[in-house]
């Protein structure tokens, strides 16, 4: 594990910061628009609207990858010339999306400024594979990946890797949560461990959050935001458009540019150059936490490994339901006295009895020499 992430950190090593002239590096960066380009009126509507609040970088889908036929899938090529409009007017950067060698041609030749790829292509190799050799031989352009639909670290590592290779260097990753099956309070699940082990395997790589995506609902937008930004994520892409309520796409989780303006001021920035003297104490502190529940566990599955050795000697089956219905019911009640998640300590103790259980398969089938 620690040669791999030390490889993937030499093959990323050349990459560049995403910086823009007349943007402050030390601000998160914002990048907002309309979910979908419908006409030439929103678009330039919302666009001043973004501009006169201070937004640099505008945003808008020219191709709109849908789930299922028959939604609206893009204003296509005439969209590049209201993008171009945008620039023109309020002297912001562009991005759009793209998802083959066609949208990604059409876009460079139209000057657009980021290129984003969409979770769902993000999620197929050849796809990727297509997009990454129609950027050879333009290392200046930006390039965000965003997560596939699936939490599959590896295959968006794999699909950023694909860009590096092709001589992407000003590149970077966005999160927008991961699909699920069912109603849940996030239209995508965040999962933030997959997003951190990003950072860790590629600690150079800027990472920006989707909180639009994220959370399918306006209301969700800033607290997602501010999630996002406490965990040290380099900037936001959200979603704004000047009549959010009658959308052609995804019109549940676009504000207008006056309401982002709001979130935006509510936003707080946490100052990352405060003395951590402290913070290396409590860090010190959960060091010796951590090493004391390791040898907890450790104590734990050598206690198992003896009531293996039993259940062998005795012929009993490894799994006791029962017991094992007491444990979870026990230890979530505990956990709540505690002042600890239920719902946190019920995983925990799956794993912890998968782990058991192994272990004293181990022992049952373990031949004696």
């Given at each position: 594990m620690i040669y791999r992430i030390m490889s993937e950190q030499k093959l990323f090593a050349e990459l560049q910061p995403i910086v823009f002239e007349g943007i402050d590096p030390d601000k998160p960066?914002?990048?907002?628009?309309?979910?979908?380009?419908?006409?030439?009126?929103?678009?330039?509507?919302?666009?001043?609207?973004?501009?006169?609040?201070?937004?640099?970088?505008?945003?808008?889908?020219?191709?709109?990858?849908?789930?299922?036929?028959?939604?609206?899938?893009g204003i296509g090529l005439r969209g590049l010339l209201w993008m171009h409009q945008v620039k023109k007017e309020t002297g912001m950067y562009t991005?759009?999306?793209?998802?083959?060698?066609?949208?990604?041609?059409?876009?460079?030749?139209a000057?657009?400024?980021?290129?984003?790829?969409?979770?769902?292509?993000?999620?197929?190799?050849?796809a990727m594979q297509e997009i990454a050799d129609a950027l050879k031989g333009h290392d200046e352009a930006t390039v965000l990946v965003k997560n596939p639909v699936n939490p599959d670290i590896e295959l968006w590592i794999g699909a950023l890797l694909r860009l590096y290779n092709a001589g992407v260097r000003r590149l970077g990753a966005i999160h927008r949560g991961f699909s699920t099956y069912?109603?849940?309070?996030?239209r995508n699940e965040p999962q933030w461990h997959i997003p951190i082990e990003l950072h860790r395997r590629i600690p150079n790589l800027p990472i920006i959050c989707d909180p639009s995506h994220m959370g399918g609902k306006r209301e969700l937008i800033g607290p997602v935001s501010q999630q996002a930004l406490d965990m040290g994520f380099d900037g936001l892409i959200i979603e704004s458009h000047c009549d959010p309520d009658n959308a052609l796409s995804d019109a549940k989780q676009?504000?207008?540019?006056?309401?982002?303006?709001?979130?935006?001021?509510?936003?707080?920035l946490r100052d990352t150059k405060q003395s951590t003297e402290n913070l290396t104490l409590l860090r010190q502190h959960i060091d010796q936490c951590d090493n004391e529940l390791l040898e907890v566990l450790s104590k734990r599955m050598a206690v198992c490994r003896e009531i293996g050795q039993y259940k062998k000697e005795h012929n009993m089956q490894v799994v006791q339901n029962n017991r094992y219905s007491d444990i979870m019911s026990n230890r979530v009640a505990q956990a709540k006295d505690l002042g600890l998640s239920g719902d946190f300590v019920q995983v925990v103790m799956q794993a912890v009895h998968e782990e058991s259980v192994r272990q004293q398969?181990?022992?049952?089938?373990?031949?004696?020499?």
């Open positions: 960066l914002v990048i907002a628009g309309p979910c979908s380009a419908e006409s030439e009126e929103q678009v330039m509507e919302t666009a001043k609207g973004l501009s006169k609040n201070g937004i640099k970088i505008f945003r808008a889908g020219i191709w709109k990858p849908r789930t299922k036929p028959g939604g609206f899938e991005a759009i999306e793209v998802a083959n060698r066609e949208h990604v041609t059409a876009a460079l030749d000057g657009i400024d980021i290129l984003w790829i969409g979770a769902r292509t993000s999620a197929n190799p050849f069912g109603k849940h309070l996030f676009q504000v207008t540019p006056e309401s982002l303006n709001l979130i935006i001021n509510t936003l707080v398969i181990d022992v049952i089938n373990k031949q004696i020499l």
